[in-house]
C-alpha cells in the first residue's frame, strides 16, 4: 500500500518568515494530495489540495509544489502569522483507491 | 464545501459500556465514509471503510467485534464501541466522500469524538 512520510515533524518559525514542510509518497499510481491543517482538538481542515496532472498551486499565502518524479510534494507557507500555528497533515490517495494515506504530521509553531 | 456533522463531541463512559458514534453527511450523499482514531499528538490512522449497505472494511489491527461499524443509508454511518475499556479512550473522526461522477476525495471531516473511558 501507500506510504507517506513528512518532515520536519516540528518547525518553529517567525511572523513573517515563510515555512515549508515536505511529504514524500510511495505508489506512484497516487493522483491526489491534500494538505491539511488541524488546530487542537478540531477537525482537520483541508487548505489545499494538488492532483497529479499539475505540478503547482497557489492559494493566497499557501502554495504547493508536486514532483511526480521523484514523488514528493511540499506545502509552503509565505508571511507566517500566529494563526498559522497547527498540525499540518499531507495525505496521497491513489488512483482507484478510495482512501487516504496521512503523513504523520507537522507542528508548526509561529512566534510573534 | 460539503459538510459532516459527528456526535456526539464529547462523551464520557465507564468501563464495560457501549459507545455509539454518529457521522452525517448534511449536504450531499455519502456512499463511503472512513473512520479513524487520532492519538494526542499523533496522526490520523484509518479503522475502517464503510461502504453504504454492505460491511465495513477494517484495517488490518482492528477489531470488527469491538468496534462496529453501520453506514445504513447515503448520509449516516455509526461507529459503536462495545465494551469500552480506558485503551480505547482517544479522538475518533470521521471523513465522508460524496456519491455520483465527481467522485470525492473523502476529504471531509467530521468535528471528530474525544471519548474518555473511565
Known amino acids: 500500500g501507500e506510504n507517506v512520510e513528512q518532515h520536519p515533524s516540528t518547525l518553529s518559525v517567525q511572523e513573517g518568515d515563510s515555512a515549508v514542510i515536505k511529504c514524500t509518497y510511495s505508489d506512484s499510481a497516487s493522483n491526489y494530495f491534500p494538505w491539511y491543517k488541524q488546530e487542537l482538538g478540531k477537525r482537520p481542515q483541508l487548505i489545499i489540495d494538488?492532483?497529479?496532472?499539475?505540478g503547482e498551486k497557489k492559494d493566497q499565502r499557501i502554495a504547493v509544489t508536486l514532483n511526480k518524479t521523484a514523488k514528493h510534494f511540499s506545502l509552503h507557507i509565505t508571511e507566517t502569522q500566529p494563526e498559522d500555528s497547527a498540525v499540518y497533515f499531507c495525505?496521497?490517495?491513489?488512483?482507484?483507491?478510495?482512501?487516504?494515506?496521512f503523513g504523520k504530521g507537522t507542528m508548526l509553531l509561529v512566534s510573534p | 464545501g460539503a459538510v459532516v456533522s459527528q456526535h456526539p463531541s464529547r462523551v464520557i463512559c465507564k468501563s464495560g459500556t457501549s459507545v455509539k458514534i454518529e457521522c452525517r453527511s448534511l449536504d450531499f450523499q455519502a456512499t463511503t465514509m472512513f473512520w479513524y482514531r487520532q492519538f494526542p499528538k499523533q496522526s490520523l490512522m484509518l479503522m475502517a471503510t464503510s461502504n453504504e449497505g454492505s460491511k465495513a472494511t477494517y484495517e488490518q489491527g482492528v477489531e470488527k467485534d469491538k468496534f462496529l461499524i453501520n453506514h445504513a443509508s447515503l448520509t449516516l454511518s455509526t461507529l459503536t464501541v462495545t465494551s469500552a475499556h480506558p485503551e480505547d479512550s482517544s479522538f475518533y473522526i470521521c471523513?465522508?466522500?460524496?456519491?455520483?461522477?465527481?467522485?470525492?476525495?473523502?476529504?471531509?471531516f467530521g468535528q471528530g469524538t474525544r471519548l474518555t473511558v473511565v
Open positions: 494538488i492532483r497529479s496532472n499539475v
Open positions: 471523513s465522508a466522500r460524496e456519491r455520483g461522477p465527481g467522485m470525492g476525495t473523502g476529504a471531509f
Open positions: 495525505a496521497a490517495k491513489g488512483f482507484g483507491y478510495s482512501t487516504l494515506t
